[in-house]
């Protein structure tokens, strides 16, 4: 399994940046999927997730208004549209991909397979 991102970068604050995430090796319209940061120092935390087909997202309360999460079955590919960025959003961001969507979907424990990361930097 592989799940590649892509789309980071530096953007001044206000700004907006389109994160994608290319997964190979798994079924992917069987797994809902979900995105994940990590700033210097803290530990990695939950900022969105989508179920299979992409009728039901979750947010984090930080990222809610601001951050879209959506899916193409079709191309193997979830994205997440990041408007109205902030200096606190910088982190690297990470997709995953979850075999169930259940009520701990915010878990980073309930995903089985991760990305490498892509780095997201806001100057403000």
């Known amino acids: 399994v592989q799940l590649v991102e892509a789309g980071g970068g530096l953007v001044q604050a206000g700004g907006s940046l389109r994160l994608s995430c290319a997964a190979s090796?798994?079924?992917?319209?069987?797994?809902?999927m979900g995105w994940f940061r990590q700033a210097p120092g803290k530990e990695r935390e939950f900022v969105a997730a989508?179920?299979?087909?992409?009728?039901?997202?979750y947010y984090a309360e930080s990222v809610k208004g601001r951050f879209t999460i959506s899916r193409d079955n079709a191309k193997n590919t979830v994205y997440l549209q990041m408007n109205s960025l902030k200096p606190e959003d910088t982190a690297v961001y990470y997709c995953?991909?979850?075999?169930?969507?259940?009520?701990?979907?915010?878990?980073?424990?309930?995903?089985?397979?991760w990305g490498q990361g892509t780095q997201v930097t806001v100057s403000s």
């Open positions: 989508i179920n299979w087909g992409g009728g039901s997202t």
């Open positions: 090796g798994l079924t992917f319209s069987s797994y809902a």
């Open positions: 995953a991909a979850a075999q169930r969507w259940t009520y701990y979907r915010g878990n980073r424990n309930e995903y089985n397979y």
